[in-house]
């Protein structure tokens, strides 16, 4: 076999021969019009500057060349829960930690029951601080099993938490419906 050489019957595709040589792909330099051959007629028309003048302006030209991208756009449901998430989240970090300076030694009790506080409070804080950052991944990248992830796991601090629930309620609201908006 010779070097660069294209068989007949593949000359209609795009085929290039290995060398022991060179072992990247080369094409012998009379074939080069075979891989030209092989594309659309669209891809053909475009190499020539006849064609060019034949259509028109190059707009028509990029427009009938360019392939489709479809890109969607980030859900403002998420970006507002996101938004309410992180303010909330900062809240009641804060909050705990003031809380937790507050707690002397002079006073048993009220130590212990601030204890008591804010053990009951942490599996919340964990729970909706791993909604937060789902509900932000789902945002950043249009991932739709990240909104359901968040707003289930927004749900499950609800539950923890009964007396916070109206805090993380409009987030999981909004998880769900970008969830289902989102296909």
């Not at 659309?40 to 003048?53: E, H, V």
């Not at 009220?110 to 937060?132: E, N, Q």
Request: net charge positive; charged share 10%; with cysteine.
């Amino acid at each position: 076999m010779q070097k660069g050489y294209i068989p007949p019957e593949a000359k209609d595709q795009q085929v290039r021969v290995h060398t022991k040589r060179n072992q990247h792909s080369r094409v012998d330099e009379d074939n080069k019009s075979a891989m030209y051959q092989a594309q659309p007629p669209q891809y053909q028309q475009s190499f020539t500057n006849q064609s060019f003048q034949q259509q028109g302006s190059w707009q028509q030209q990029v427009n009938q060349v360019a392939i489709p991208i479809h890109v969607s756009k980030r859900s403002k449901l998420l970006f507002v829960s996101g938004l309410l998430g992180v303010a909330y989240a900062i809240y009641i970090i804060s909050y705990i930690f003031r809380t937790g300076n507050q707690i002397t030694s002079s006073d048993t009790a009220a130590a212990i029951g601030t204890s008591l506080g804010m053990m009951l409070i942490t599996p919340h804080l964990i729970f909706t601080c791993l909604a937060v950052l789902f509900n932000v991944i789902a945002w950043a990248m249009r991932l739709r099993w990240a909104s359901l992830v968040a707003g289930i796991l927004y749900s499950v601090a609800a539950i923890l938490m009964l007396i916070y629930a109206p805090f993380v309620a409009i987030q999981l609201i909004l998880c769900f419906v970008a969830y289902a908006k989102m296909k």
